[in-house]
């Protein structure tokens, strides 16, 4: 969901430049409209895979675990720029090992797609070496498949390093110093911490989620320190049934909102790591968490702008965040505090136009310059276009199939949407971005009156 914005202030895309007129043919309609390629269309996220832009948790087993990872090896070769593209097929073309059997070609697609994220900086491809990463069972796969492919000395020339094993990587206490020296607040244990509010029960509005639509019951609590940053906990579950533990996401802020801190109950557990249940969690200090690198999850996937906080500015949630948003200055773009540099570090994007009335979805969204093949693009923005935003229009729960509030590559909309008029133009800026190829104006000719 897109956070409300404080004084016309939130977290959403940036624009790229499209005029042009608009002509529509009252019969027209242009059908679903997919905000991605469709081979991009796994995120990382909450310690497993969801597809995208539904939201649903991913299933992964021995058989389907080949396609996937050839999906995500194809996805990042189509975001690879030319001349990466070329350093990519060169060295692919040197790799050593055997692809015959179903596991080799699994190492051999894995080895790929960590040589697309060594020769491009993209963030996006980045975050696709998340999803194949866990795809294959986590950082130590894809070392094995380096070396299963006796690719080693060709991956370090290009300065590829093992991934560090779980349990040795940095000391969380040290993310946590850092956190407070940006001034964010860092709170103590549920249990023991007064600062901590009530929790409020969201279970109404749990279908209002993007990212996992299986929940069925969610509450929040709120903190803030002596210093004016505070901090938004979410507690998410499934059905008792499933038998396994909450997913708990703190966001903590500076009192500017300008740094910001993430937090997940999930401990270091030897070579690997553990979510905690909800009555472990109450009692167990932030300090003692995982170090969000070491987590697997790439929390920057989504979270980035001007605002960390991405929920519906209608919901019972949203209204929660506003109330704790600071009185004092704003910021156009938010850092990730606690990393200084560390490779693999989380990146956010500078904004590139604020918000302007009468500018359809910019009225009250900023504009995070992300790339082509973000997951921010049909994870946050497709999704929430056609369940919350603009706000007042997705109130009820469909039925059945509906068109889908997305420009087409002409630039055209379903003639449903024909009353959302004038969202259109920032709708195609949008895409526009996320395609990385400029969307145009929507012309249509009436076919009936050609000659």
């Known amino acids: 969901m897109i956070a409300p914005q404080r004084r016309l202030r939130s977290a959403i895309l940036p624009v790229m430049g499209v005029v042009g007129a608009f002509i529509w043919s009252a ?36 058989v389907s675990r080949t396609d996937l ?48 994220a060594l020769v491009s900086p993209d963030v996006s491809i980045r975050q696709q070496r998340v999803v194949a990463r866990r795809l294959a069972g986590g950082d130590e796969a ?15 020339v ?33 249990a023991t911490d007064k600062g901590w509010s009530q929790p409020k029960t ?27 940053g505070y901090c938004v906990m979410l507690k998410r579950e499934k059905a008792e049934s499933t038998g396994l533990p909450p997913a708990i996401g703190t966001i903590c802020v500076n009192a500017n909102e300008s740094h910001a801190c993430f937090f997940d109950n999930v401990v270091p557990e030897g ?51 506003r109330k704790m948003y600071s009185k004092i200055g704003t910021v156009t773009s938010f850092t990730f505090a606690g990393f200084d540099g560390v490779s693999g570090s989380w990146y956010n994007f500078d904004s590139i136009k604020e918000a302007t009335p009468g500018t359809g979805c910019f009225e009250c969204h900023t504009l995070p310059h992300v790339t082509k093949g973000h997951r921010f693009c049909p994870t946050i923005a497709w999704k929430a276009a056609n369940t919350t935003m603009p706000p007042g229009h997705w109130q009820k729960k469909p039925t059945g199939r509906r068109p889908e509030f997305w420009p087409d590559s002409r630039g055209c909309f379903d003639s ?16 526009s971005l996320c395609d990385g190829t400029e969307i145009p104006a929507c012309i249509i000719v009436d076919e009936s009156r050609r000659q």
């Not at 110093?177 to 103590?188: H, K, L, M, R």
């Open 142 to 156: 894809a070392t094995a498949a380096v070396r299963g492919q006796k690719a080693d000395e060709l991956l370090k």
């Open 202 to 228: 969201l279970d109404h509005e749990v279908e209002r989620y993007l990212i996992l639509n299986a929940w069925s019951s969610v509450n929040v609590w709120t903190y803030r320190d002596q210093g004016g």
């Open 271 to 321: 070579q690997s790591d553990r979510r905690l249940g909800f009555e472990e969690f109450q009692s167990t200090a932030f300090s003692s968490l995982i170090y969000p690198l070491d987590g697997g999850d790439d929390c920057s996937s989504c979270h980035v702008g001007s605002n960390p906080f991405l929920v519906d500015p209608k919901s019972d949630l949203g209204t929660t965040v």
């Open 27 to 62: 019969s027209q309609g242009t059908g679903q409209q997919e905000p991605t390629d469709a081979r991009c269309k796994l995120a990382a996220a909450y310690s497993t895979i969801i597809m995208v832009p539904d939201g649903q948790e991913l299933q992964v087993d021995d």
């Open 158 to 190: 290009l300065g590829w390093a093992p991934p560090e094993v779980k349990g040795q990587k940095r000391d969380a206490t040290q993310y946590v110093a850092a956190c407070q020296s940006a001034g964010v607040a860092v709170p103590g244990p549920l």
């Open 69 to 116: 990872l050839s999906d995500v090896r194809a996805c990042v070769e189509s975001l690879l720029p030319p001349a990466a593209l070329t350093t990519y097929r060169d060295t692919d073309a040197k790799l050593g090992g055997p692809p015959d059997t179903a596991s080799q070609r699994q190492q051999r697609d894995l080895v790929r797609i960590e040589i697309a």
């Open 416 to 431: 449903s949407m024909a009353d959302l008029d004038s969202f259109f133009e920032s709708m195609r800026q949008i895409r």
